[in-house]
């Protein structure tokens, strides 16, 4: 059973357009999530993250918003650079216990110059 | 570079064989974690060690194995392998032992079994 889930395998976006990445979690114990980038032939970096007593988090051109009800949250690229495509990786936790960080399977972005 | 090393990056082997992936975790980073990505697949949880101890552990199985030195740096064994196993295996780190929080990977060990 897929806790995290990012249904679109892929998302292609034009250059300075906005590009969202959507993610859905299942588990209503997850309360802390992230966002992480993976270039080819790289590791997966840390991007951004929200706790769930916010429902949107900032750090320049990136924003996350999270959506409590709907168990629903997605990443925002504004404006979408060529350097931004990647692979992104949801993931998700619950911060006060030690539980593993679920990933979902992850969104290709390919931003188009 | 996030300052995770680990060795091989490639392996190709026979299946039935015995590998050993190592990781060298940050500097400080008292956390190690492995992950296997297989194909069309998210990353999947196998173990976390801390200290030297083993803290948390996923769906690992019986045939694979780990363990984290003194020195901090960490082994994963994968024996009896199977063509299932081929898959990139990340190892990450992090200063404390739990996983709500910022993990630093490694560039992975692609593991192709024939």
């Known amino acids: 059973d897929q806790q995290v889930k990012q249904n679109s395998p892929s998302l292609s976006v034009q250059e300075g357009r906005i590009s969202i990445l959507n993610c859905d979690y299942t588990?209503?114990?997850?309360?802390?999530f992230l966002w992480y980038k993976k270039y080819p032939a790289e590791g997966p970096t840390f991007l951004i993250s929200i706790s769930s007593i916010k429902d949107k988090n900032e750090d320049g051109r990136f924003t996350v918003f999270l959506n409590k009800s709907a168990k629903h949250l997605s990443l925002h690229i504004v404006p979408s650079q060529p350097g931004d495509s990647a692979v992104y990786f949801c993931?998700?936790?619950?911060?006060?216990?030690?539980?593993?960080?679920?990933f979902g399977k992850g969104t290709r972005l390919s931003v188009i110059a | 570079d996030s300052g995770v090393t680990q060795t091989p990056k490639h392996l190709i082997t026979a299946t039935g064989q015995r590998v050993t992936l190592r990781c060298s975790p940050r500097s400080g980073d008292l956390s190690v974690y492995w992950y296997q990505q297989s194909l069309d697949q998210g990353l999947q949880f196998l173990i976390q060690?801390?200290?030297?101890?083993?803290?948390a552990k996923g769906n690992i199985l019986e045939r694979f194995s780990a363990q984290q030195f003194p020195d901090l740096h960490s082994e994963l064994n994968l024996s009896s392998l199977e063509l299932g196993d081929s898959a990139l295996y990340f190892c990450?780190?992090?200063?404390?032992?739990?996983?709500?929080?910022?993990?630093?990977f490694g560039e992975g060990s692609r593991l192709t079994v024939l």
């Open positions: 993931a998700a936790s619950v911060a006060k216990g030690n539980t593993p960080l679920v």
């Open positions: 990450a780190s992090s200063v404390g032992g739990f996983q709500a929080g910022e993990l630093f």
């Open positions: 588990n209503s114990m997850f309360d802390y």
């Open positions: 060690y801390y200290n030297g101890e083993e803290r």
